[in-house]
């Protein structure tokens, strides 16, 4: 045990390591907090929010899916992006100092990508309208960009609540795509049809979250308004259901189009695909 002298000059050498470490410890959170300067995005969702939301340059790089117009409602602005095919090696290769990625993204190039030292933050899927606005704020905290979230939060409560649903009988409706995939309860499509006034077959089947839904049994259920999905260049065995003649006979009746890329992510688009279905609505009826 240091003498008492010792002890003294001992107490003050640790006094100054604990004020140096808390300098240093200030000195990064500042650093942290500063916001990040060169950003990629490697997922559709965050590709949107982060277009919307970036400040000019601070937005590096999209995924290549960000420019399908099929796929993406940003698809025009995409490309002004260098566009990416969310390669771990590509991205780092970017230098940059957070990546933006989302639950389903590549676990080898999230996870190869943090081992290299780099920042990556996932965000959460949207199942529901009110998780939306709370995307749109994560996204505009990791890039330092509140305010401008703050603003297109406001912008889309806004629409939302101006779309408004007559009172009473709720058609039946049913989201027919490739493969006889659909979606259930649990998901954002579900929702997005319950506030336009529909009823979802798929939920009444006890569908939950995506899957298939036997054509069948959509036939039988015989839905007041098929949602088709669109097609893709070419041609696939799974689309084939989308052309059986008991699917063409149930379009005649009423089908209605809705664009993917308003509703695949959880962003302010979706308000297109809401309206849109809003109309059907008043159609059907």
């Known amino acids: 045990m ?3 002298g010792g ?5 003050l050498r640790r006094a100054s390591r604990i004020a140096a470490l808390a300098v240093a410890l200030s000195g990064a959170t500042a650093a942290s907090a500063a916001p990040p300067e060169r950003v990629v995005s490697i997922n559709l969702c965050t590709d949107q929010l982060a277009i919307m939301l970036a400040a000019p ?11 399908d117009p099929l796929a993406s409602a940003v698809a025009e602005r995409a490309h002004g992006y ?50 939306i606005p709370e995307t749109i704020a994560q996204m505009g ?24 649903v007559e009172p009473g009988e709720r058609p039946r409706a049913v989201l027919h795509y490739a493969n006889n995939y659909t979606s259930g309860v649990g998901t954002l499509a579900d929702e997005i049809l319950t506030v336009a006034g529909f009823a979802n077959i798929a939920a009444e089947d006890g569908l939950r979250g995506g899957g298939t839904l036997a054509m069948e049994r959509i036939v ?11 097609r893709y260049p070419g041609a696939s065995r799974a689309e084939a259901v989308l052309d059986h003649p008991a699917m063409a006979a149930l379009r005649e009746r009423r089908a209605g189009g809705v664009s993917d890329a308003d509703w695949v992510c959880g962003t302010p688009h979706v ?12 159609e059907v009826r």
Request: charge should be negative; proline fraction near 4%; charged fraction near 20%.
């Open 220 to 230: 039988m259920a015989r839905p007041d308004l098929i949602i088709a999905g669109q």
């Open 57 to 67: 340059g601070q937005l590096v790089s999209v995924s290549h899916i960000a420019a």
């Open 271 to 282: 308000l297109r695909a809401l309206a849109r279905l809003v109309s059907l609505h008043a």
């Open 2 to 4: 240091p003498r008492r």
């Open 7 to 11: 002890l003294c000059m001992w107490a």
């Open 141 to 164: 905290e990791w890039l330092g960009q509140s305010a401008a979230a703050d603003e297109l939060i406001a912008e889309f409560d806004s629409g939302l609540g101006a779309l408004t």
């Open 82 to 131: 260098r566009l990416n095919h969310g390669q771990a090696e590509e991205v780092h290769a970017m230098a940059p100092d957070l990546v933006l990625a989302g639950p389903y993204t590549s676990r080898y190039t999230v996870n190869l990508l943090r081992r290299l030292g780099v920042e990556v933050r996932e965000l959460p899927v949207a199942e529901r309208l009110a998780d």
